[in-house]
Nanobody
Framework: VQLVESGGGLVQPGGSLRLSCAAS????????MRWLRQSPGNGPEWLSS????????YYAGSVKGRFTSSRDNAKNTLYLQMNGLKPEDTAVYYC?????????RGQGTQVTVSS
């Protein structure tokens, strides 16, 4: 199982970024996926979950209305569109899934929101 996040970077407050998570080593189209983030000194924060078909999506209150999860099962890729970014969104962002009772997570991509 491999999850590789990309698309992070430095963005000004109010800006947008789209993160990607390329998945391999498992049947991506059969797995629910989620996005998490972690900032220094804090534990992981769940942001969003999306079911295997992409029809059902759930969001944490802190990002609802600003972030949108989506997936392309033909490309084995998960996305997180982030709009209206705030300094408090600064963190390392991860995609994650559960397979066979084990949780897998990528190496993360850094998002920094600063003027």
């Amino acid at each position: 199982v491999q999850l590789v996040e990309s698309g992070g970077g430095l963005v000004q407050p109010g800006g947008s970024l789209r993160l990607s998570c390329a998945a391999s080593g498992f049947t991506f189209g059969s797995n629910d996926m989620r996005w998490l983030r972690q900032s220094p000194g804090n534990g992981p924060e769940w942001l969003s979950s999306i079911d295997s078909s992409g029809d059902r999506r759930y969001y944490a209150g802190s990002v609802k209305g600003r972030f949108t999860s989506s997936r392309d099962n033909a490309k084995n890729t998960l996305y997180l569109q982030m709009n209206g970014l705030k300094p408090e969104d600064t963190a390392v962002y991860y995609c994650s899934t559960d397979i066979g009772g084990r949780t897998y997570r990528g190496q993360g991509t850094q998002v920094t929101v600063s003027s």
